[in-house]
């Protein structure tokens, strides 16, 4: 640092910028040189930042996590559940399977609905003809119901036009579209069949063009995989939420690929993510083996959705339309149906003979089906009794 | 059985891999076992049992266990108790003494403890050769309990077969530890031989039962030794032992950099800056959000006419196809403007409105932004060009009105052409919809009288 004591008013050409300027004597590593002021002022800066070592940084961390955490405590005057007692309860619920889907050979990964809330498109971990490598982690439905999106261990997001000519072979026209370095965890048409978000076992989520296969947004934050994403359903929305192995949600923005919140209360890893239908908030299902909802005005967990009797993780998650209901489908083969303003478990679904590794509600909120490891997917729904 | 006296656990668990999804599983299941077995505390009677001219040694029955996790865990169904018996059976805590099959029931059937040795969190992954030892072993032994089942059999035939060459080998082992296992005493044998059995069976499991030793192929690489050399049950040492067959995920290893704590310090404080909203008016909003659309949620209300999924009618699915929106449907376009913009038919409704005010180019503009930004990339510059030229460009044909600001940044942006390019006046044409001609319309006679079912919509 340059000694500041002694101003000896030498005008001349700065020794770093060379212009012509007030200069004062600066000690470069022992050596005496004659910076300006301006030139002074970013060495003595540059010095600060060399010194900070990574311990120094990492307890400012610390500390400004504190402080956050204290700004949010003061605006925790109540808990959610408590402001539901004045809400009506649910009553008992019944719910029925009404399909189950035998299709697949082998564990059932991953399914999505078309948005004609009827057809569903899902994935396993088979050896099947039409896609060429096993484990497909992940699947979705394009909007226009023309085409779905695939992919898991090849580490890539492929696009498949929908035929019903059986004739056709589909691989042929499969069109490749991410790619990643790592798995294929999770993967998403924007509200347009021509843009993809993905998330990957690569630690990043990332955003393509499908037509050209281009990147067009990477978003890197996660320190472990992104196990899933779901992406913000406002009309105008460019953000989405991810969950990964880090125990992290975080919450994006797809223009500037910025984290804009996060949330780190689960203790384990985060397997899904789903928006409450308003936007406002989001839940997650972890290996924890419980759920949780965070609101995004309050930036904080807001519920926690446990029993002692659950120890398995949570896989997959959804809302029912209203958002008054959350599924979630367990590793103890179990789907259990929480209601979401009072906290409580309103229902315990049995049926599946493996993990329930996938669960979305229909577009229309009409039923929802779960898929297993036990190959088979359910489509269920189910009508309310009064106490 | 290379088992060492009072070797409770093979293998410890305080290590970092403890948080690892399978892991805390087992430390739950672990946990709720040794509760069950501790007599001080209220756990399950743990009898030696009579039947015939021998003793069935250290037993509980299914009705004690189910009983016993009801009261602990706070569980109000047996049915659910029961599930997670069986669970807890399929995992290899507990088993039935007289049955492969790993389940729970709520009778008087017997069942063991497993051995700590064999716990599941002790990652056994074992090999083929362990278990062909195991069934050699089996049929050296001249008792009837330890008599192959069918599937056994089979799989001791095949293993034959598979190890042809080094069978020999394999013979050697099982004899030494049928050695070993006769200098044991009867009793300890009966539950020693027993527990064994359990461990095989949740390692090779019954066809037709869950193999709960299957992972989740993303989580597999956090297990405790990867690549590490596999060890044996009977503590058998290989020249050539095998590596799992599990896909091995390459992960580097990336440590915190500095510049790394210098994002997150920023974020920090970013979002310390944040304004945030009270617990209770989130959850007064949480709250009034899920009453204004419970009538709209046919899990909870019964949809009209009926459910296609219960009925088997899909008249609910015609009628929304249809451009007769129902009363209820058009109700819920006044709950916001957001509802509006997604329902198709509300949208059109809304854009007669202002055509009939002359004043639907901000509805226009705002669509057509949203059709930019769902445009492949090679597209976009053509349709930024396109909507600058018929909404913003001077003398447009449907110029909207933007403050000097908004219309600085959004000829700026023309200038780079990309997906973004409007976001700025699309965020204020949309606000000034909302506020102005979105409040009109829900006060207007065309929104009203469809409200109040005297009218029928505004056909093209």
Known sequence: MCDQTFLVNVFGSCDKCFKQRALRPVFKKSQQLS????????????????????????????????????????????????????????????????????????????????????????????????????WVMACAYAPSGCAIACGGLDNKCSVYPLTFDKNENMAAKKKSVAMHTNYLSACSFTNSDMQILTASGDGTCALWDVESGQLLQSFHGHGADVLCL?????????????GGCDKKAMVWDMRSGQCVQAFETHESDINSVRYYPSGDAFASGSDDATCRLYDLRADREVAIYSKESIIFGASSVDFSLSGRLLFAGYNDYTINVWDVLKGSRVSILFGHENRVSTLRVSPDGTAFCSGSWDHTLRVRDGGRWAF | MAQGSGDQRAVGIADPEESSPNM??????????????????????????????????????????VQWLMKNLSIEDPVEAIHLGSLIAAQGYIFPISDHVLTMKDDGTFYRFQAPYFWPSNCWEPENTDYAIYLCKRTMQNKARLELADYEAENLARLQRAFARKWEFIFMQAEAQVKIDRKKDKTERKILDSQERAFWDVHRPVPGCVNTTEMDIRKCRRLKNPQ???????????ESQSQSPVHVLSQPIRKTTKEDIRKQITFLNAQIDRHCLKMSKVAESLIAYTEQYMEYDPLITPAEPSNPWISDDVALWDIEMSKEPSQQRVKRWGFSFDEILKDQVGRDQFLRFLESEFSSENLRFWLAVQDLKKQPLQDVAKRVEEIWQEFLAPGAPSAINLDSHSYEITSQNVKDGGRYTFEDAQEHIYKLMKSDSYARFLRSNAYQDLLLAKKKVWLP
Not at chain 1, 45 to 58: D, H, I, M, P, V
């Open chain 1, 230 to 242: 779901d992406l913000a359903p406002s009309e105008t929305g460019n953000t989405f939420v991810s």
């Open chain 2, 24 to 65: 805390i599983v087992y430390c739950k299941i672990e946990d709720i076992i040794t509760k069950m077995q501790d007599d001080k505390t209220g756990g399950v009677p743990i009898r030696t049992v009579k039947s015939f001219l021998s003793k069935i040694p250290s037993v509980v029955t299914g009705t004690d266990v």
């Open chain 2, 228 to 238: 590490k050399v596999k060890k044996s049950v009977y503590g058998v040492t290989e």
């Open chain 1, 35 to 134: 910076y300006c002021s301006t030139c002074a002022e970013i060495m003595a800066t540059e010095g600060l930042r060399e010194n900070e070592t990574l311990a120094s940084l990492k307890s400012e961390a610390e500390s400004l996590k504190g402080k956050l955490e204290e700004e949010r405590a003061k605006l925790h005057d109540v808990e959610l559940h408590q402001v539901a007692e004045r809400v009506e309860a649910l009553g008992q619920f019944v719910m029925k399977t009404r399909r189950t889907l035998k299709g697949h050979g082998n564990k059932v990964l991953c399914m999505d609905w078309c948005k004609d809330k009827r057809r569903i498109v899902s994935s396993s971990q088979e050896h099947a003809v039409t896609m060429p490598c096993t």
